[in-house]
């Protein structure tokens, strides 16, 4: 790898870490953080490592106002031995990249990107938490900061890269979630944002978020924006359904994100030989097997949650309680071997993992 | 008016004034801003003046990943009278509470932000520019400031309204712009964020806009995102034709933003007589009536420009020049009396008009 030239500033001023065994998600984070800057006609310039502190922005700065922003999140774990792994970063950056030219975001160098945090969590390395089941949460996001209310694309951004120790993002853990299948709200369409991670998906899917969690639902499952009718993807998970003995989700069709765990799965499932398909697949589908008793297994793939079973999906006011709302064999197969992956307990015969030295 | 307790802290440092002709859009911004901040439990609090000052805020704060923030545009104009008159900022105030509520923020007391406002600008009234075509344009925006990287709605928001001392939108001033079709990108779609006025919208049409500014072409006219068919509005504008003697409009149907210009275009037809209809209209029956010859006029509408001719439709290859590129006779009596209203020089018929004191 190249030698990049990564300023390092420490902090004098060390937090407390909170107690690795009662991890909530996304509240505590590490003592330092990765900053660069981007300015019209230099480029992606200064990159740094400096104490974790606060942003101040020009009040008319673009991304208040028109949420030209794009983030990515990954993980890192720390094994047995003490090593510490991360799992596909690469395919992180890319993404991340892919998101910047959709939102007009001049795009960065992915090995420095890299670099610099492999660097940031090799200085903030007793943050990555020993306990089963917790991670070092990593966030790298970009946003706009030239102040200017016309409606443009920034002639300034800043890359950070913050970190935050992470216990289970679900509080049922690797148990079965409820999900509401949604009718009214849209989270995305084809000619929009849906395949980039911005800002503005997220802001729009909250409302439904908020009916389906006073509902008792942990999450929405979205169908597509234009009939209504066919499966995308869950709140911040892509999601598999097994059905007679095959496996299926729907395709990446540009309104949906193409997670990297989503990948893995399907990556895994075909080295093990276990039937698994890519295509637009209706809820009507999902509805009929459920009746006709095919509808083996659901569940959920993302950073966040890893693996999360589906026990029940709400619809038209039918609850489809799936495999007796247990986790079922592929469900725990996969997320034993991608956490094992991930965590150094298995081996990793696709080279996945990637140490932080 | 009640009367609210607004704390004012004024600068000690004034800035030094851009020249009143030579003002770009959205650059220049005032000495003072009002802010006022919600705590959950306790609600919204604290409404002050502060001098323009940069926000500082944790870098997890949820604005920056997850884009919960909604916005406002609106104009202060000096009359010939030395009065400085508002242009129905109550519309304004009631449709941020109503992005609000799309966008899971708490709503706040109109009549307060509206104090607020008007105590902001005569603190800041010699910033009102007085040269014929600027005006004091008016931001009022929300955002979300807990930090947390889980996707939810923030417990903590800012309330903000900054001040930009503004010439023409469009350098073409109230002459007719070029305007391209797009077939390809997507702004909303029914069930998405479209009616609400919120960062995201803006960041995913930030693309489309590059290609068409490339072009030659200063804005997009959008299609609906479902069948890509019927016309929704174009970047900050909505849009009007008149064809045949009567003007048509896009009717309000979830996904475009309730203009205020549009509503007061409407009212004033109505006024004078002039047969206007809300309703679904398709690019092939603007284009058919372009063949037919009866394709008047077209013209946006909003706060920024106030009315904005369409000289030219590009579409699918095909030029569709209007009026010989020239301004309509509809597009400049709406606008003469618009903007007569507006800045003093004309009747108020329908009590639009509030006046700072
Ligand atoms: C909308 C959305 N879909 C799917 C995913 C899953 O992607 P990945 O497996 O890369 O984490 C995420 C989250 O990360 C997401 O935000
Ligand atoms: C997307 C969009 N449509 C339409 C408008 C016009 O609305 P108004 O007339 O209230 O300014 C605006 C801007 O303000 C806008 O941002």
């Known amino acids: 790898m190249k030698d990049f030239d990564i300023k390092v500033e420490l902090t004098k001023d060390k937090k407390e870490k909170p107690a690795f065994d009662q991890l909530s998600f996304g509240t505590n984070f590490t003592d330092h953080m990765f900053v660069m800057d981007y300015t019209k006609g230099q480029g992606w310039h200064d990159p740094r490592i400096i104490p974790y502190q606060p942003i101040t922005l020009d009040p008319a700065a673009i991304v208040f106002h028109y949420g030209q922003t794009v983030f990515e999140g990954l993980k890192a774990y720390r094994t047995k031995d003490e090593e510490i792994l991360l799992f596909r970063p690469d395919q992180n950056m890319k993404r991340l990249n892919r998101s910047n030219e959709r939102l007009c975001i001049p795009v960065f160098d992915e090995e420095l990107a890299l670099a610099g945090l492999k660097k940031l969590i090799s200085i903030d390395k007793d943050w990555v938490p020993n306990v089963e089941g917790t991670s070092l949460y990593i966030r790298p996001f970009i946003f706009a900061t030239e102040p200017y209310l016309g409606v443009a694309a920034s002639d300034t951004y800043r890359f950070l890269i913050i970190l935050s120790p992470v216990g289970a993002y679900y509080k049922e853990g690797i148990n079965p979630v409820k999900i509401a299948v949604e009718q009214e709200y ?30 008792g639902y942990s999450q929405v499952l979205w169908l597509d924006g234009k009939e209504k009718k066919y499966i995308e993807e869950v709140g911040s998970m892509n999601v598999f359904f097994k059905i007679n003995g095959e496996v299926i989700t729907p395709v990446l069709n540009g309104s949906i994100l193409e997670g990297i765990t989503r990948k893995s799965v399907i990556e895994l499932l075909n080295h093990w030989d276990i039937p698994v398909v890519e295509r ?16 083996e297994e659901a569940f959920g793939t993302g950073t966040a949650a890893v693996i999360s079973p589906i026990g029940e999906l709400f619809w038209q006011g039918e609850k489809l309680v799936i495999n007796n709302g247990e986790t079922g064999a592929i469900s725990k197969k996969v997320y034993d071997s991608l956490t094992g992956i991930q965590t150094g307990t298995k081996e990793d015969p696709f080279g996945w993992r990637v140490k932080v030295e």
Do not use: C, H, M, P
């Open 186 to 215: 849209v989270r995305a369409v084809t000619g929009g944002t849906g395949n980039a991670k911005t800002a503005g998906n997220y802001a729009g899917s909250l409302k439904a978020q908020v009916v389906a969690d006073a509902a």
């Open 280 to 295: 637009k697949i209706s809820i009507d589908e999902i509805f009929r097997a459920y009746q006709e008793g095919v509808l």
